[in-house]
């Protein structure tokens, strides 16, 4: 979902015209007031902000940027811009939020795969040591053998050699 914050007249009209290009549905917020309580009930992926209102009113512009979660702010002056320009600008944002979404999932899977990867090593050392023990009885060397083979289950599946 994309917010448009507009005093314009142009604001339905420009809301409109977003969704109906990116296939995304926009709200728009005729102040920054109605924004926030937008922001509050919604979760959007953009959030356009007409910078007459930025200059305008600074203090509510500060809990607007205190709400806006992970929506992508894009800055435009609606007084100068015209529909082609909101319309390049929305979909550079979006295009910008996919890309870091992406290389945000990337880092945290790549951080939970080597952490899964101590954990599988130190478990199988641990497996080793066990299985070194002397007069172990069978019924614990049998669960010592399951957990080692369940941990290099794991690994295979991580593909981890």
């Given at each position: 979902?994309?917010?448009?914050?507009?005093p314009s007249?142009?604001?339905?009209?420009?809301?409109?015209?977003?969704?109906?290009s990116t296939g995304n549905e926009t709200h728009w917020a005729q102040n920054l007031q109605q924004a926030l309580v937008r922001l509050r009930e919604q979760s959007y992926s953009a959030v356009v902000i007409d910078?007459?209102?930025?200059?305008?009113?600074?203090?509510?512009?500060?809990?607007?940027?205190?709400?806006?979660g992970t929506a992508f702010p894009v800055y435009l002056?609606?007084?100068?811009?015209?529909?082609?320009?909101?319309?390049?600008?929305v979909r550079s944002a979006l295009h910008r939020r996919k890309r870091e979404e992406t290389q945000a999932r990337r880092?945290?899977?790549?951080?939970?795969?080597?952490?899964?990867c101590e954990s599988l090593t130190a478990m199988l050392l641990s497996c080793e040591l066990a299985m070194a023990v002397p007069n172990?009885?069978?019924?614990?060397?049998?669960?010592?053998?399951?957990?080692?083979?369940?941990?290099?289950?794991?690994?295979?599946?991580?593909?981890?050699?």
């Open positions: 979902m994309i917010l448009l914050i507009t007249a142009r604001g339905p009209e420009c809301a409109t015209t977003v969704q109906d910078q007459f209102l930025l200059e305008n009113e600074p203090a509510e512009s500060d809990q607007v940027f205190e709400h806006l002056n609606f007084a100068i811009s015209g529909m082609e320009r909101l319309l390049r600008e880092s945290v899977e790549q951080q939970f795969r080597s952490e899964m172990i009885p069978a019924p614990a060397a049998e669960k010592i053998l399951s957990v080692d083979n369940l941990a290099r289950e794991m690994q295979q599946r991580l593909g981890v050699s």
